[in-house]
Structure formats: structure tokens, C-alpha cells
């Protein structure tokens, strides 16, 4: 039990002062002095940061928990707490007439990893991941009755509730890419399902093909976030959060052999540092440059008789050419 002496007293100052801070160093102000904080100050303390900053802070045991999700909030953070702010204020969301919100992008850029992140950071708020396959249906019209039966049955929820519909171009696409009467229909009834929803339905949906979805869909929706891919510098960067080690030399070796515009995705990332882990458990890890340079090979362009390469790492990389060659 700790001496009421050692607790931080909570005042103006205190508060002036974490305003001031940074989201990253806020962070370490909460977990640092979480021992000495009273339970209802430690929530002041993040509302009031929350209000000054447009913000809403998960509490202290979901900051820690966050770790396994790092690489997600280090890049798209800002995306994130606007989205959690918005959940957490209802008077906004009555303003604006209820919340839609779009993630985009290609392939294995987090989005649905994101929307796992926000669902986990507001865990007041209840949640639903609705299945495109129970929707649509082979049989005339019926695809327009479950989205209507949808819609009714989510609007008798009492409270506010967040509901997930991934691969949104499953459903509807542009009306331009189809002279189906019956697709058109649906599309309409995609429109009226958005429309009718009430302000207490938090409608998240994500896509790799926006430019398939129907341009009235997308108007729909109040915030639209672009995931993206992310480059090598960014990539070895988050690597090295997680005790990568590989030299400015050769990183600097790296990116000049790089295939021409080539970008990495999340999942690249998260696949190789699973795959890293567990050669390294294995002992199957000679080191970390020789194990990146061979399981991204295929990206880099890499001439073995380049003058700028050592003796030692000729033959490293001759090492890995013989290798693929087994293969």
C-alpha cells in the first residue's frame, strides 16, 4: 500500500503541464507514474488530455496491452485517435448524423488490423462483424431483404455498437462495372441500408478496391483513410524497434539496390518477424542481414561484383545465390 505522501498531487500545474506533452510522451508520463496516481485522477488526467487534444486515451492497462500492436499505432496513429475520439463523444456523433468510416488500400496495409485496434481501445462499446457471404444471396431480391433486415435489427440496439463489414466491393461495386438490373438494385438498397442506420451504429467497412465502389456509396461515408504502403527506410526502421540489428552501411546498401519503387505492407512485416522469431528460436539465424537479404532476395537488385561490397559480404551473398540455387 503506498504513503498517501508518495502519490502525485493533481492541480493546475500538473494539468498545464501534460497538455504540453506529446502523444508518445504522455504515454511515458501515465506509465511512469502510474504507481503514484490515484485511479479517478490517472482518468482525469487522460480526459483532460483527451479534450485539449482531440484525443481519447485507452486507460493504462491498454496502453501496456498495445505493444503487440506497435508497428499498427507508430503508423497510423493520428488516423486511430480520430477515430476514437469520435467514438467516444456522443454529442458529436448526434451532429453529425452518425459515424461511417471507409479504411482503403492495398493488400495487407492493416486495415482490418486497425479496426481490431480501435474495437480493443473501446471496449465500453459493443461490437458486431457482419459476414458479406450471409448477406448477399443467389436468389432474386434477396440480398436487398437482408439488408434491410439488417438495418432494422441493428437500429433496435439501445446502445452504440460498432459494426465491422470487411471486403465492402464484395457487395457493391459501380454501377458503371455492371448493366445488371439486379445489381443495380442492390446498390440502391446499399445506399438506403447507410441512410437508415441509426446515430447510434458506428458503421466501420473496408476495401482493397475503392475505385470499384459506387461514387454515392462513398459519399456516404463521414471519414475515408487511405492505408498505404510504406518504404525501406520506414520498414528496417520498425524492424529495429524489435531488435533487428543490421548496420547504417549495409541499410544504406539496401536502399540503393532496391527494385525501383518497391514498397513493403504490414503483413510483410509482421510474416518476416514472425519468420525471424523463430529461426532465431531454432538457432536457424546466422545473422541479421544475411537472414533480411534472403528472404526479401527477389526485391533487390544486387550485382555480386559491385565494388562497394566487402570480401565478407561477397561472400555472404554468394552464400545465399548458392542457396536459392538448391532451391
Same mark, same amino acid.
Given at each position: 500500500?503506498?504513503? /498517501?505522501?508518495?502519490?502525485? /498531487?493533481?492541480?493546475?500545474?500538473?494539468?498545464?503541464?501534460?497538455?504540453?506533452?506529446?502523444?508518445?510522451?504522455?504515454?511515458?508520463?501515465?506509465?511512469?507514474?502510474?504507481?503514484?496516481?490515484?485511479?479517478?485522477?490517472?482518468?482525469?488526467?487522460? !480526459?483532460?488530455?483527451?479534450?485539449?487534444?482531440?484525443?481519447?486515451?485507452?486507460?493504462?492497462?491498454?496502453?501496456?496491452?498495445?505493444?503487440?500492436?506497435?508497428?499498427?499505432?507508430?503508423?497510423?496513429?493520428?488516423?486511430?485517435?480520430?477515430?476514437?475520439?469520435?467514438?467516444?463523444?456522443?454529442?458529436?456523433?448526434? =451532429?453529425?448524423?452518425?459515424?461511417?468510416?471507409?479504411?482503403?488500400?492495398?493488400?495487407?496495409?492493416? =486495415?482490418?488490423?486497425?479496426?481490431?485496434?480501435?474495437?480493443?481501445?473501446?471496449?465500453?462499446?459493443?461490437?458486431?462483424?457482419?459476414?458479406?457471404?450471409?448477406?448477399?444471396?443467389?436468389?432474386?431480391?434477396?440480398?436487398?431483404?437482408?439488408?434491410?433486415?439488417?438495418?432494422?435489427?441493428?437500429?433496435?440496439?439501445?446502445?452504440?455498437?460498432?459494426?465491422?463489414?470487411? !471486403?465492402?466491393?464484395?457487395?457493391?461495386?459501380?454501377?458503371?462495372?455492371?448493366?445488371?438490373?439486379?445489381?443495380?438494385?442492390?446498390?440502391?438498397?446499399?445506399?438506403?441500408?447507410?441512410?437508415?442506420?441509426?446515430?447510434?451504429?458506428?458503421?466501420?467497412?473496408?476495401?482493397?478496391?475503392?475505385?470499384?465502389?459506387?461514387?454515392?456509396?462513398?459519399?456516404?461515408?463521414?471519414?475515408?483513410?487511405?492505408?498505404?504502403?510504406?518504404?525501406?527506410?520506414?520498414?528496417?526502421?520498425?524492424?529495429?524497434?524489435?531488435?533487428?540489428?543490421?548496420? /547504417?552501411?549495409? !541499410?544504406?546498401?539496401?536502399?540503393?539496390?532496391?527494385?525501383?519503387?518497391?514498397?513493403?505492407?504490414?503483413?510483410?512485416?509482421?510474416?518476416?518477424?514472425?519468420?525471424?522469431?523463430?529461426? /532465431? !528460436?531454432?538457432?536457424?539465424?546466422?545473422?541479421?542481414?544475411?537472414?533480411?537479404?534472403?528472404?526479401?532476395?527477389?526485391?533487390?537488385?544486387?550485382?555480386?561484383?559491385?565494388?562497394?561490397?566487402?570480401?565478407?559480404?561477397?561472400?555472404?551473398?554468394?552464400?545465399?545465390?548458392?542457396? =536459392?540455387?538448391?532451391?
Amino acid at each position: 500500500m503506498l504513503n /498517501k505522501e508518495k502519490l502525485l /498531487k493533481i492541480d493546475r500545474k500538473v494539468m498545464d503541464f501534460i497538455v504540453t506533452l506529446s502523444r508518445k510522451q504522455f504515454d511515458n508520463f501515465i506509465l511512469t507514474f502510474d504507481d503514484f496516481l490515484k485511479p479517478n485522477d490517472m482518468e482525469t488526467m487522460q !480526459e483532460y488530455y483527451a479534450s485539449k487534444n482531440m484525443i481519447v486515451y485507452a486507460t493504462s492497462s491498454n496502453i501496456r496491452n498495445k505493444k503487440n500492436n506497435d508497428w499498427i499505432n507508430e503508423c497510423y496513429w493520428d488516423d486511430i485517435n480520430k477515430v476514437n475520439y469520435i467514438l467516444q463523444n456522443d454529442n458529436l456523433i448526434n =451532429k453529425i448524423g452518425g459515424v461511417k468510416i471507409l479504411f482503403y488500400g492495398p493488400t495487407g496495409t492493416g =486495415k482490418t488490423t486497425i479496426v481490431n485496434e480501435i474495437i480493443q481501445i473501446n471496449s465500453n462499446i459493443k461490437y458486431k462483424i457482419i459476414n458479406f457471404t450471409n448477406l448477399v444471396s443467389s436468389k432474386m431480391g434477396q440480398t436487398q431483404i437482408n439488408l434491410i433486415n439488417l438495418a432494422e435489427e441493428l437500429n433496435q440496439e439501445k446502445e452504440k455498437m460498432i459494426i465491422f463489414l470487411d !471486403e465492402l466491393d464484395s457487395i457493391v461495386t459501380s454501377r458503371q462495372n455492371s448493366d445488371l438490373g439486379e445489381h443495380s438494385r442492390i446498390i440502391a438498397t446499399f445506399i438506403k441500408f447507410l441512410d437508415i442506420l441509426s446515430n447510434q451504429i458506428i458503421f466501420i467497412s473496408a476495401t482493397n478496391l475503392i475505385n470499384n465502389i459506387d461514387d454515392a456509396i462513398l459519399r456516404r461515408f463521414t471519414i475515408k483513410f487511405d492505408t498505404k504502403l510504406f518504404d525501406l527506410e520506414k520498414f528496417l526502421y520498425f524492424l529495429k524497434q524489435d531488435k533487428f540489428l543490421i548496420s /547504417k552501411q549495409r !541499410e544504406n546498401f539496401l536502399k540503393n539496390h532496391l527494385v525501383e519503387n518497391d514498397k513493403f505492407s504490414f503483413s510483410d512485416m509482421k510474416i518476416y518477424i514472425d519468420t525471424y522469431n523463430l529461426d /532465431k !528460436e531454432l538457432n536457424l539465424l546466422k545473422n541479421d542481414w544475411t537472414h533480411f537479404l534472403n528472404y526479401f532476395w527477389d526485391r533487390f537488385n544486387i550485382n555480386i561484383s559491385d565494388s562497394k561490397l566487402s570480401e565478407r559480404d561477397k561472400a555472404e551473398i554468394q552464400f545465399i545465390i548458392k542457396e =536459392k540455387e538448391k532451391k
